[in-house]
């Protein structure tokens, strides 16, 4: 006779997984596909998440890292991080056909730095050195006019041209809780800076952070299913830890998951970053189920209804 298995409380996060911004990046390369036919250029990773580009480019979508790899006559999509004004500039000086599937909250962010700038200001922004999305951010604008700091301790060590003249935003990823002490730290040494209208921290980051907080108390141990390449993904790993959550750890899928670790545990939380797809989350769920007598609680901080319609290209007729 086998043993039993152990019994097991899988907390599920919600919201988690997809969001708008993502659903839509994704959407644009299928439509395109559909439109044009294959071969289509995407310029970097769409979203950061290796099984939905695998999926994608079993469709007939090519991944480059520059457009320069792109032929004249194909048509090259620009991946949901946003890029620098160069890139569609390039693009149009060589006739291509391209859409931008940047995240219209990440475009939100680039309005308001060119806005900023316009009238004279600075910018500072909060980022990762090096993600996608800050590398295009800060290049809508003319070299030297965005100066990047990643942590507290960058504050004291930035020098704008004119403290009275500057003006802060932030990567859409980043951890709201870490954001708020170099916010506090700008404003401290900078009292003139002027921040966004509403918070650049996208409403999927946030909602996202806020379902891991609620259930890091009553867990063992956190899993966050996605890329290590994403940013939020690997905040959500860094809220769950903060919020007592001693073992948290960042999964791509079922098979990376590290069952030594688990061993004699009671109580799993699963999440999954903004570029995760659900099918990966019943993926972990199931392994979970082969293991143990896994009851599933869903513990529900928000509803998202956020929809952002396909750049007008792809809706036009040819």
């Known amino acids: 006779m086998t043993d ?54 079993a469709l007939g979508a090519v991944f480059v890292e520059e457009l320069d790899e792109v032929p004249d006559d194909r048509p090259v999509i620009f991946s949901a991080h946003g890029v620098p004004k160069s890139v569609p500039a390039a693009a149009q000086a060589r006739e291509m056909i391209w859409v931008d599937a940047t995240c219209p909250l990440v475009s939100k962010v680039h ?18 050195a090096g993600h996608p999305e800050t590398i295009g951010t800060m290049g809508q ?40 002490d170099i916010i506090a730290a700008l404003r401290a040494r900078f009292p003139a800076i002027i921040g966004p209208h ?12 806020a379902s891991v907080k609620a259930i890091a108390g009553q867990i063992d ?32 899928r079922a098979t990376d998951i590290d069952w030594r670790a688990l061993e004699g545990i009671r109580a ?15 993926e972990v769920i199931d392994a979970f189920r082969a293991r143990f007598d896994t009851t599933v609680e869903l513990v529900e901080t928000a509803k998202e209804h956020v929809e952002f319609k396909v750049p007008r290209i792809l809706r036009m007729a040819e």
């Open 4 to 57: 039993p298995k152990p019994p097991l409380t899988l907390y599920l996060a919600a919201p988690r997984g997809f969001c708008a911004g993502v659903d839509r990046a994704i959407k644009i390369v299928e439509i395109a596909l559909q439109k044009w036919g294959a071969p289509v250029y995407v310029r970097h990773e769409i979203v950061h998440n290796k099984f939905v580009v695998d999926g994608l480019k």
């Open 111 to 128: 309005i308001e730095a060119e806005r900023h700038h316009e009238n004279g200001l600075q910018m500072i922004m909060i980022g990762h």
């Open 141 to 180: 604008l003319p070299a030297g006019e965005v100066l990047l700091v990643e942590t507290v301790a960058d504050v004291a060590e930035v020098h704008p041209r004119d403290p009275e003249k500057l003006a802060f935003i932030t990567q859409t990823t980043l951890s709201v809780d870490d954001t708020i």
């Open 198 to 209: 509403k918070e650049d921290i996208c409403y999927a980051t946030t909602n996202r952070q």
């Open 221 to 252: 141990a956190l899993l966050v299913i996605g890329a290590p390449n994403s940013s939020n993904s690997r905040r959500l790993v860094e809220v769950g830890r903060a919020n007592g959550c001693a073992y948290a750890q960042l999964v791509q």
């Open 268 to 282: 799993v939380g699963i999440t999954a970053g903004a570029s995760a797809p659900e099918v990966l989350v019943n």
